[in-house]
């Protein structure tokens, strides 16, 4: 097998969520359990820090590695989706799955697979599992993919849990309020694991409570002890006055990731490395200082209010809820630039609507379709689009789109690239 007959075999054969939606999401986790078990249970061999939530649990998972990292210890990463190479998934002090490894374990493991019948992302998180296992890692960051307690990586028992922001996202998977979701993200908590929610929020706090009573786990919201006050920022990367407890923590605590979103993240990623240090990890301030202030050199995180390029300015961020559409509206209005141009793309299994609703009626759009199965057909985004009065015109390729948008836009102006994480897939520059 090849590098390219092994992913051939892996989009073909295995469900993939990432591409058809719904159908590809088992609600069970006697899968991963069986590909465990036959693979001798590498989930119990690493020491791990599990994160869910709704937003922000990339970014918290890539800070939380980098920090691990310049910590000294050897930390794997596992991410999803991925967005140019499958091999970013799976990240070990930053360097990403040697492709001839995964050939490797896909010939191995190929009879369990047409046994277990697994989804991609199943066979994915086993993956994961297995290579930390076999490396030896001291301490894995393990991402959720969806939900959390039906999620494929809830079945490691980690030393913390992190949950991040909970919106409204996978409604028909997840629940269609934020009480229900929030359940939903509250499955990560383990018996006596310390859990940390980033932010506190009143429609999910009684849910965490009550799941952490149930499982005798110390719970801590991150944002009763940390206060985070941005005190400069810019595009590529802002600086952070941190008060714990009200008393001044990091004076002038860099990171290098913009968005303004990022000080409802910090909190929690704070108050997790507390923890590990009390629990007896060796994470100074200055591991702390440098691991956040170089979150995308020593983890290779893209599509966070990303800057593809200048003059005209060319942003793009994976967000792709009403919360993250929110907090990128507001991004953009900060700029206050003449005018933004937007590209923008959705999949067939989102409330498109309400999402148009929240964008500027002033900015121009390019509306396309991501080259995957689940992406909603450009001529209704147009129609729902026109439906809520945004101007704009279809395209049929995203590439077509930045063309277009590039075409339009003077040195002066901003062009912005998302919907979607599968938009933001196919940017060139990225």
Request: aromatic share 8%.
């Amino acid at each position: 097998m090849t590098y390219q007959d092994c992913l051939d075999y892996l989009y073909q054969q295995l469900p993939m969520y990432q591409r058809i939606g719904n159908a590809a999401f088992k609600k069970s986790l006697d899968n991963i359990v069986a590909l465990c078990e036959a693979m001798g249970q590498p989930q119990h061999q690493f020491k791990s820090i599990h994160v869910a939530g709704t937003n922000g649990k990339g970014s918290s998972s890539h800070m939380l590695a980098a920090v691990l990292q310049e910590s000294g210890y050897k930390t794997g990463l596992y991410t999803s989706p991925h967005l140019k190479s499958f091999t970013e998934r799976v990240r070990i002090n930053g360097q990403e799955l040697p492709q001839d490894y995964l050939v490797q374990f896909v010939e191995q493991y190929k009879p369990l697979f047409e046994r277990v019948k697994p989804s991609f992302f199943e066979m994915t998180v086993a993956l994961a599992f297995k290579y930390f296992a076999e490396e030896q890692v001291d301490i894995a960051v393990i991402e959720v993919g969806l939900g959390g307690r039906l999620d494929s990586t809830n079945i490691i028992t980690p030393v913390a849990s992190l949950i991040t922001n909970i919106s409204l996202d996978h409604q028909s998977m997840l629940g269609d309020t934020i009480t229900a979701i929030a359940a939903e993200k509250a499955g990560i908590i383990k018996p006596s694991v310390p859990a940390v929610i980033s932010m506190k929020q009143l429609e999910a706090q009684e849910v965490f409570e009550t799941k952490a009573e149930e499982m005798q786990a110390p719970l801590l919201f991150a944002d009763d002890q940390f206060r985070v006050d941005v005190t400069s920022s810019n595009l590529q990367r802002q600086v952070f006055q941190v008060y714990y407890k009200e008393q001044v923590f990091l004076q002038g605590l860099e990171l290098d990731l913009a968005g303004s979103y990022q000080k409802y993240n910090l909190p929690g990623v704070l108050q997790v490395l507390k923890l590990m240090h009390e629990l007896g990890y060796a994470i100074s301030d200055k591991a702390v200082r440098t691991g956040l202030a170089n979150v995308k050199a020593l983890t290779g995180l893209k599509g966070r209010w990303q800057v593809l390029q200048q003059e005209p300015l060319m942003l793009c961020d994976t967000g792709h809820n009403e919360d993250g559409v929110k907090q990128i509206v507001k991004g953009l209005e900060q700029l206050q630039t003449k005018q933004v141009h937007i590209v923008f793309g959705a999949v067939n299994d989102k409330d498109v609507s309400t999402i148009l609703a929240l964008l500027p009626k002033h900015y121009t759009y390019y509306f396309c379709e991501a080259a995957i199965p689940r992406a909603l057909p450009v001529s209704e985004l147009l129609l729902k689009a026109q439906h809520i009065g945004l101007n704009g015109t279809a395209y049929t390729t995203v590439a077509e789109a930045i063309a277009a948008a590039k075409a339009n836009a003077t040195p002066d102006e901003v062009i912005f690239v998302g919907g979607s994480t599968f938009v933001v897939a196919e940017i060139e520059e990225l």
